[in-house]
């Protein structure tokens, strides 16, 4: 299957209160389903958000770029993948969503900033724990 290429994959399934009057998923839910993933992976490697958050760390979403390409319906059951990259202070993750046949239904480009105490830094301090993910 075509998920073999990510650092992190993770399936959810579709539940009867995410889909809208026509059936379908409805779009802000990708959102939701990008964010789990996102700590999914990061509680993997056991740095979880709760935790950078009581070390004073806040990797917040910047900016998202999405494509919607096939909508899930529910009971579907999905795969969500992901990987990581960096560019100057940001940490973008790729993540793509496959139906569980493999049907592509989304591709999102997600990038975070990350705040030190409320205020904006260069993300350095999560290298550490992101850096063996890094990919270019």
């Known amino acids: ?7 992190f994959r993770t399936e ?10 026509q059936g379908i998923v409805n779009n802000a839910r990708y959102l ?18 709760r935790e950078m958050h009581e070390r004073g760390y806040d990797p917040v979403l910047s900016h998202a770029d999405l494509d ?18 960096r560019k100057g202070p940001r940490y973008i ?11 592509p239904v989304m591709r999102a480009h997600i990038t975070i900033a990350v705040l030190h ?4 830094t260069r993300g350095n301090e999560l290298q550490e724990a992101f850096g ?4 270019s």
């Open 1 to 7: 299957m075509v998920t073999d290429q990510y650092t």
């Open 12 to 21: 959810i399934k579709v539940r009867d209160y995410e889909v809208d009057v």
């Open 32 to 49: 939701h389903y990008l964010e789990l993933t996102r700590h999914e992976f990061c509680d993997s490697i056991g740095y979880s958000f």
């Open 68 to 85: 919607y390409l096939t909508p899930l319906t529910m009971g579907d059951t999905m795969t969500s993948c992901l990987n990581i990259r």
């Open 93 to 103: 993750f790729d993540q793509d969503i496959y139906r569980s046949d493999g049907t």
């Open 117 to 120: 105490d409320g205020k904006l």
């Open 132 to 135: 063996p993910y890094i990919t």
